[in-house]
């Protein structure tokens, strides 16, 4: 079991910053003025190691670094292996790239038709609205083009996006992500959202955004009456350990809900974060008791110098197996693979069927007990 009691008091900003004001700690905007973006801020904060040393020295020309206060205070920072520190301080290894590693791992640019869209599957796009998050993962998917350092040129508008979207009226849904949709301000989103609104096909819009995640404080009155205006907007949080669940989120994610917002959660599977089925059993309950369901549990792409980060395919499918029957299927999230080069996202589950034919159905159930289903005749 994992010590669950370790996370039954919400964590609170603590640490550095206690001297400032509440309104300026909890202005979202502070939190941005504030980040520490290179090794020397934060070595000021903490003791770094060699690794992580040698980490942030090369890593602005892969992935800028980048850290908001709020999330800095999250780390253990006595530990080593604090797997909050680990997703976004940067260490050597990131700078050793495998065969197998791709900058576009997933394939987007050749399923891109018009800048900024991605239109991969019949009728949903995604819409990259920026090329900047609050804090980078340091195993983004999207380090080709997010935070400004790989000299990517990202489209300064989203007007042929759009104007694709409107063009195309098979497309059902929009994904808006990028980057991180919500470090855009309220105008801008507002702006955004009402463009798509006014698109009489598109039926479904939803927001990837760690946001909330790395400053709760983004989440304030006038961005939740804001998106109230376009409801209901799905938005996908993306968090990994439980330990991001902090009171600040809870009451984030409880104003956006309010807001008519539907949560759901994205995490990414990765190797000493959260790699075990006890974390994403503990992730999962402190979601729920968020109001957030877990929606996918990716298996770590194929990204340049991410093999620090990634397990084996059977570790995420275990986890799975011990996470089905054991607790509420609303926290069991869908593990998935996005197939390398561009194939979409697979879904990669443990084995219940052992086997299928027009008579029976033979079936292992959660405590691996074998029934069998007959098939009508
Ligand atoms: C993940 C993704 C989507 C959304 O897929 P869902 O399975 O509907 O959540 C859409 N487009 C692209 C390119 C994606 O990577």
């Known amino acids: 079991m994992y010590p669950e009691d370790h996370f039954s008091r919400w964590r ?42 040698q980490g942030l020295m ?36 990131e700078m050793v790239v495998n065969p197998e590693e791709l900058e576009d791992p997933v394939g987007e640019e050749k399923t891109s038709p018009v800048p900024r869209l991605v239109h991969r599957y019949p009728d949903r796009v995604l819409l990259l609205a920026t090329d900047r998050c609050a804090s980078y993962c340091r195993y983004c998917t999207r380090s080709r083009l997010v935070s400004g350092s790989t000299g990517y040129a990202f489209a300064t508008h989203f007007e042929p996006a759009l104007q694709y979207i409107e063009a195309h009226n098979e497309v059902r849904d929009v994904l808006i992500s990028g980057g991180d949709p919500l470090i855009l301000s309220d105008d801008k989103i507002d702006h955004l959202l009402k463009r798509l609104r006014a698109i009489e096909h598109v039926e479904f819009i939803r927001i990837g955004t760690r946001a909330p995640v790395f400053m709760p404080q983004r989440v304030t009155d006038s961005l939740c009456a804001m998106l109230e205006k376009y409801a209901p907007i799905f938005i ?121 034919d027009n008579k029976t159905v033979r079936m292992l159930n959660w405590q691996g007990d074998s029934y069998e289903y007959p098939q009508p005749q």
């Open 12 to 53: 609170h900003g603590q640490g550095h910053w206690g001297d400032v004001a509440p309104e300026q700690w909890n202005d979202w905007l502070w939190q941005m003025r504030h980040r520490i973006v290179d090794g020397q801020g934060l070595e000021k904060l903490m003791q770094l190691t060699e690794n992580e040393r």
């Open 58 to 93: 090369l890593a602005d020309e892969k992935l800028a670094f980048s850290l908001t206060p709020h999330f800095f205070n999250l780390i253990d920072r006595g530990d080593p292996d604090c797997p909050i520190r680990k997703q976004v301080i940067p260490r050597a290894a």
């Open 236 to 356: 996908s949080l993306h968090t990994n350990h439980p330990r991001e669940c902090t009171q600040e989120l809870k009451q984030a994610c409880q104003k956006l809900i309010r807001a008519g917002c539907v949560l759901g959660n994205q995490s990414v599977l990765l190797k000493g974060v959260n790699d075990t089925a006890a974390i994403q059993r503990s992730l999962a309950h402190r979601l729920l008791q968020m109001g957030v369901r877990p929606y996918y549990l990716y298996q770590c792409d194929l990204i340049t110098g991410s093999a620090h980060f990634r397990t084996n395919v059977q570790t995420g499918i275990e986890i799975i197996r011990e996470l089905r029957g054991f607790t509420s299927g609303y926290a069991i999230p869908q593990y998935v693979i996005d197939a390398p080069g561009g194939g979409g996202k697979v879904p990669a589950n443990p084995q219940y069927i052992q086997s299928i």
